[in-house]
């Protein structure tokens, strides 16, 4: 069998899907309101104004991407970490996976941004950024959810690896890397696509310390152009066009994995 | 009752009464049992009688509670070398199989090869596809576990024990989970092993391998060995009432 056989026609179902959203929300907002004055001119990109406009906006993709991408990597890391000592012997162990995981996942993720940007430089005495603080924080939130869902995927798999990775002598550390994690994570691939779709979304929390990502500049536009309904209504179609990419990658990502094995 | 347990230098597997709970049921109880370098022991015993516990107590997947485990002189206690020392000795063959179903069936041999024995990855390579020879599966070792037969997968997993080269093999029901017309494939590799001269536990009910290749029977209920012996006495006139009970009803068909 060949990886070939198995490609996914990528770009012609997202781009189906996108049009047809995007055409289902413009209708349901023409249709619903007759007697609102529109005044779509301030995100038209036919006007001058509009292309200042729309391009002003779309200059916070880089930052939400860039935001969102390296929080998930660092709370993945952190939460595969925060993992193993939920699958020890030892209960004092457990107990530490337990005790983060409950006290992380309990902080709203807008009272902890706050908390990282304003309160961790006092505490720690360092310099910390928007984006740094936005990344901490994101990252830090997430980790619990990302400790819980390896907890599950590593605890699914069947203990019989684990007998016959002792019975020929691997090691813990190997038996994890070589036999444990690779199932496990192909296992919970379809839960990691939708943590990085939440946090694509939860990035959008960070423009409150002023981080310039989509959110924040389309309240800086509404604040200057007094148009609240035409430019949020783009701001939800840059995430769902956005959002619907990356789960498309990530569905891509989940069958080529998936091909190798049915367990 | 033929219960005499010698003790030699030859002696590679040797257990003086072992006990082992799991919380309030007692699954072994005071077992002890030495095993010959070279020979073939066949243990067998109802559902639940404690075979598949005493042979994970040899290579402590379970660890025992009482008594004293030595496998080759290094005994099993909490001691996490002797157990590596042990199990250096020991190879094991699950009723599941338990393949690295993420891994080529080539990868299932080469794991242990390169992480545990070190060898380079050309090396392991080689290795591994004269075990796979062996078992008669070669020309498979690019395929995943779960593209092969139930047979097929289980002379895989023989071949992974023995490709690190254990002088024990412990077999746990290696036919029960099989479609009976794979069986004789798996038995006929164990035959092989057996007529190279490994030492082997074998908890089957397979008793036409038994009469084949066992040195030694060994009956076991409620988590003790009721009767050990030779397979000529052992089939003609077991000694107690359970075993005779038992061998009836496993011949009949
Ligand atoms: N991990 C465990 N936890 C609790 N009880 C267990 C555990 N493993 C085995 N037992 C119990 O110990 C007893 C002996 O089990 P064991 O698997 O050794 O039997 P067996 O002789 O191999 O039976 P079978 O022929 O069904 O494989 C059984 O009653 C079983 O329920
Ligand atoms: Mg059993």
Redesign the pocket.
Known sequence: MSHRTQKIPFSSSATKLIRLSVILMMVGLLSGCKDVNWGWYVVSPFTNTGQTNLQFLLGGLWNTVLLSFTAIVISVFIGLVVALPSLSTNKHWRMVNRVYVEAIRAIPILVLILWVYYGLPVVAGIQINVFWAGVVALALSDSAFQAEIFRAGIQSIDKGQTEASHSINLNYPDTLRFVILPQAIRRVLPALGNQLVYMLKMSSLVSIIGMQELTRRANELVVTEYRPLEIYTVLVLEYLVLILIVSAFVRRLEKKMGANVSA | MNTQNTTDKNTVIQLTDVSKW??D?Q?LDTVSLNVQLGERVVIC??????????I?CINRL?AHEKGTIIVNGHELNNDKNNVIAARNEIGMVF?HFNLFPHLSVLENLTLGLTRVRKFQKTEAEQIAMQYLERVNIAEQSHKLPNQLSGGQQQRVAIARSLCMEPRIMLF??PTSALDPEMISEVLDVMVELAETGMTMIC?THEMGFARKVADTMVF?DT?QIIERSAPEQFFTEPESQRCQQFLKQILQH
């Open positions: 799991f919380g049921f699954a015993g109802p559902s639940g009688s404690g075979k598949s516990t005493l994970r379970e009723q746990d029901e908890v076991m988590g």
